[in-house]
């Protein structure tokens, strides 16, 4: 009668990581780098705010797997539990502007990149530099569908948490509302695919390009 809900698993989303350890490359090609390194440094806050996510998530999911085991004889534990997650909507809707605000920032810090990049002569390095931008582009909107989507499926959440503490609620409108949550939540783990394949592609194609540019590159 009672689906098992969905996790998100947007913790698992993956940011540019790799990082310049020297250059000795001259402009544009320096200018480049420059935009591109200050665009993952505007991902820092977009990092840490995965891992709060995570964590939450987590929570909820707790929460979720409690209070389906209850029933009408214990419909205080049910409200009080519903209201706490409830609350554990709010925060990950904080949490989640709040990341999108630093992806936000990165994407205005690599707008330079697209422009260098068609200034720079060496043909070499100007194609991979061009092929690294739009990766990142593309990372960029898949972000963006990525954003819209978890949003909508916290939204579902909120709905799901209050129906939940009507007591004239049957199992066939508790059972239609998680469908939705389930739902929702298979399009944002679809995305975040999407999104950490075009992660890995893009660190890949700036990888090449320092390479190229005669830049030492250090994971980190």
């Known amino acids: 009668m009672i689906q098992k809900k969905v996790l998100a698993g947007i913790g698992a989303l ?18 480049l780098h420059d935009s591109m390194e200050k665009a993952v440094q505007a991902e820092k806050p977009f ?7 995570e964590k939450l998530e987590k ?20 409200v009080s539990l519903s209201d706490e997650a409830l609350k ?15 992806i936000d920032n990165s994407e ?31 990372r960029y909107d898949l972000y963006g569908a990525l954003y819209k989507d978890y949003m909508k499926a916290i939204q579902y959440d909120k709905e799901l948490y209050s129906i939940i503490k009507k007591k004239d609620l049957t ?13 929702s939540y298979k399009k944002v783990l679809k995305q975040a695919g999407a999104f950490n394949k075009q992660t890995k592609e893009y660190n890949q194609a700036r990888e ?12 980190n």
Do not use: W
């Open 108 to 138: 205005k810090e690599f707008e330079a990149v697209t422009q260098t990049a068609g200034s720079i002569k060496d043909q070499s390095i100007k194609k991979k530099a061009k092929a690294a931008a739009a990766h990142m582009e593309k």
């Open 171 to 183: 199992a066939e409108d508790l059972d239609k509302q998680i469908s939705k949550v389930n739902d």
């Open 14 to 31: 993956g940011a540019a990581s790799m990082l310049l350890a020297g250059c000795g490359g001259k402009d544009p090609v320096e200018t």
């Open 59 to 78: 929570k909820e999911d707790e929460l979720y797997n409690e209070v389906i085991q209850l029933n009408m004889n214990d419909y205080a534990k049910i």
């Open 88 to 102: 554990n909507t709010e925060q990950r809707k904080q949490h989640l502007k709040t990341e999108k605000d630093s």
């Open 47 to 53: 990092q840490k705010e995965q891992k709060t996510l």
């Open 208 to 219: 090449e390009l320092y390479k190229e540019a005669g830049f030492h590159v250090n994971e």
